[in-house]
């Protein structure tokens, strides 16, 4: 059985390689120190078990767990008891508080060794579907781009229009898909920065420039940048009671 271990912190990765020494049967194949390494580790040995710590530079452990299309199961590891509501909201095998002791740990292996494989994967989907549905609030989006991670800050977007099963985000440097629905984004959102005017189009109110009448009751938001966006008559009342117009 193989694992990785994806913690920024040294002295935690050998703590938990340390424990694993009890456990013959898994391999530890990578350690990682970040969640880029980590999504490459996970493509390139496709393991078992992950050890994710969650407060990481760059990405976090919940979005690398979204950029991985088929995460193997996962024991959360972090210092931050914050989490630990969401970890097993998302169906993680366990949630380790650091530091824990290896009591603690064999618990949480317990729990591993006792799941069939047709259980972790249920468990790993519904990991990844709750994921998905858990939105909180946050000053960037990550995806992935032609096989690279994109990192966009909330503030460069203009705009973000539904596509599908897909959201597209328009930014100054192009357009960029991600596979959530327009109602995850907006409520991850900051409400005083992105309005939902339309079924299809949440826009950076910041950058609204004008808001001109078009045809019956309908209107249209004229960006700075030139784009001309449709607003509903909700979409219209949202717009008027948060630019106090």
Request: aromatic share 10%; charged share 25%; proline share 4%.
């Amino acid at each position: 059985m193989k694992a990785i271990i994806i913690d920024d912190e040294f002295l935690a990765r050998n703590m938990v390689k340390e424990y694993l020494q009890y456990y013959p049967e898994i391999e530890v194949v990578q350690e990682c120190s970040d969640g880029f390494e980590g999504i490459k580790a996970i493509q390139q040995h496709q393991p078992d078990l992950l050890f994710l710590d969650i407060q990481m530079p760059k990405i976090n452990g919940f979005e690398m767990l979204e950029l991985v299309e088929q995460p193997p199961a996962v024991i959360f590891t972090t210092a931050f008891e914050e989490y630990a509501i969401k970890a097993f909201e998302a169906h993680a095998i366990d949630y380790l508080l650091k530091p824990f002791s290896k009591e603690r740990f064999d618990k949480a292996m317990q729990k591993w060794q006792q799941l069939g494989r047709q259980e972790m994967a249920l468990q790993t989907g519904q990991l990844l579907e709750s994921l998905g549905n858990q939105p909180s609030r946050s000053n960037r989006i990550v995806l992935k781009d032609n096989g690279k991670i994109k990192i966009i800050p909330t503030a460069n977007i203009r705009y973000l229009e539904s596509a599908d099963d897909y959201v597209k985000i328009h930014t100054a440097e192009g357009a960029f898909l991600k596979n959530r629905t327009m109602q995850y984004f907006e409520q991850q959102l900051d409400p005083q920065q992105f309005v939902r005017i339309h079924r299809s189009y949440l826009v950076n109110v910041q950058l609204i420039s004008r808001i001109d009448p078009y045809e019956k009751d309908g209107h249209l938001a004229i960006l700075s940048v030139g784009v001309r966006l449709p607003v509903s008559k909700s979409g219209y009342q949202k717009l008027k009671q948060l630019l106090g117009i």
